[in-house]
């Protein structure tokens, strides 16, 4: 009797779950959004990458492009959120990602630029 009793309650939670619709439109949305920021995350990533080499070529203290590349890639986010009237869609991960990105992408090409071009 318990078996019975068991199979009937599984049978109707299962067939209470009913996948979410999706919504391709807020989706698709979202992505481009993401995509946007995501290149003027590179853009800064690039500028800054250039600047950090140009000061360090012309003899500032190595703390001097650390300390504004820290600076920029700390600000960044309120730039594009003044940029993206939507970015209203990004979540504390998806900004997380474009902070990282941004700071790590920054380091790795200041260090690569001084490398070929100073060393």
């Known amino acids: 009797m318990a078996k019975k009793v068991r199979r009937k ?10 996948f979410p619709v999706f919504d391709e439109k807020a989706f698709v949305a979202k992505e481009f959004e993401m995509g946007t920021a995501l290149a003027l995350a590179g853009v800064f990533t690039a500028v800054l990458g250039v ?8 003899g500032v203290p190595w ?10 890639v700390i600000l960044s986010p309120f730039v594009i959120r003044r940029l993206r009237t939507r970015s209203n869609l990004y979540t504390k ?14 380091f790795a090409l200041w260090f690569v630029l001084v490398d070929l071009l100073i060393g």
Request: proline share 2%; aromatic share 20%.
């Open 9 to 18: 309650l599984e049978e109707e939670e299962a067939a209470a779950f009913e």
């Open 51 to 58: 600047v950090s080499w140009a000061l360090t070529y012309v």
């Open 63 to 72: 703390y001097g492009p650390l300390i504004l590349g820290i600076g920029v």
């Open 93 to 106: 991960g998806d900004w997380a990602a474009l902070i990282a990105m941004e700071f790590f992408g920054w």
